[in-house]
């Protein structure tokens, strides 16, 4: 009974998103993307397309999302926003954390995003224009993976900050206590293997077409960036998604080296009050803002 009034309810939402995708004008960019999409398909294997197409991807994204953060440190008006205002980037730490980036990419991840062409056959996962999920089908499982991913992330982040294991494995991620945007993914490289599971179990789980691989993969980065950025930047669009974490939330976990575990959302930590010192800590600088 219950499963039924679910799926009910599942369907009378999705009939709703359809009526109001029905209302809304032709997006511009569909065409020019489906045919760069089939042209990609017409050109290429379904293994360089998951392989060096996932890998470009990556690449591309990460820098290009770690750019402007990168840019803040040399304009003066964005000083302003940055949270550890005494701990300014330095060329030394960025330069360390560029060249094990390199080696974690190519290194270990790159091995595992050969796994994806794999993935792909093994699961019957389409790569066509005609069975592409239609945005909101495709932001819906994408928020899915985010869930799964940040559940993930909190038990084995926080498992990682045990005493036992900490200076083994975590403490490398720690290095840097003034986070910056490219420092997103320095890390052990049984780091990446242990946190980056979670971001393959939602894959696993939802994928129906190739491209979730690439959407979910965007907004991964750019939430991971967003958060490492070490900048709480006015009107960031991101901050509108209810019980996302921000930057502020996680650079306060690279300042104290406990507390605010998860990697988007703010529930796991509320829930097992893990986030009471950064709560205080808020309400002691809202306190002494408004002194000033």
């Known amino acids: ?41 017409d050109n290429y294997t379904k293994f360089q397309i998951a392989t060096w197409g996932s890998l470009i991807v990556h690449e591309a994204l990460y820098f290009l999302f770690c750019l402007p953060g990168f840019l803040f440190q040399f304009i003066p008006f964005m000083k302003k926003y940055k949270i550890q205002k005494d701990k300014p980037e330095t060329w030394e730490n960025q330069w360390k954390c560029f060249k094990v980036l390199l080696f974690n990419h190519f290194c270990i991840q790159l091995p595992l995003i050969c796994g994806t062409y794999y993935f792909t056959e093994c699961f019957n996962i389409p790569y066509d224009w005609q069975r592409m999920p239609r945005w909101y089908m495709l932001l819906a499982r994408c928020f899915g993976c985010a869930v799964i991913e940040d ?14 294991i900490y200076k083994y494995i975590h403490k490398i991620h720690h290095e840097f206590q003034a986070p910056f945007g490219m420092e997103a993914e320095y890390a052990h490289p049984l780091e ?19 491209v979730l691989l690439w959407a979910w993969v965007t907004i991964r980065l750019l939430e ?3 958060v490492h950025s070490g900048y709480d930047i006015p009107l960031n669009p991101l901050n509108l998604i209810p019980f996302y974490a921000g930057s502020r939330h996680h650079d306060f976990h690279h300042m104290n080296f406990i507390g605010n575990y998860a990697s988007t959302f703010t529930w796991w930590d ?16 809202k306190k002494v803002e408004k002194k000033d």
């Open 1 to 41: 009974m219950a499963t039924n009034e679910s799926v009910s309810i599942f369907s009378s939402a999705s009939l709703a998103v359809e009526y109001v995708d029905s209302l809304l004008p032709e997006n511009p960019l569909q065409e020019p993307f489906k045919n760069a999409w089939n042209y990609m398909l």
């Open 151 to 164: 559940t993930w992330h909190y038990f084995l982040h926080r498992l990682l900050h045990h005493k036992k």
């Open 192 to 210: 990446t293997l242990i946190l980056g599971t979670g971001f393959f179990i939602g894959i696993v789980l939802l994928c129906d077409h190739v």
């Open 224 to 226: 991971t960036i967003d």
């Open 270 to 285: 509320r829930i097992f009050g893990t986030d009471s010192q950064f709560i205080a800590y808020t309400e002691k600088m």
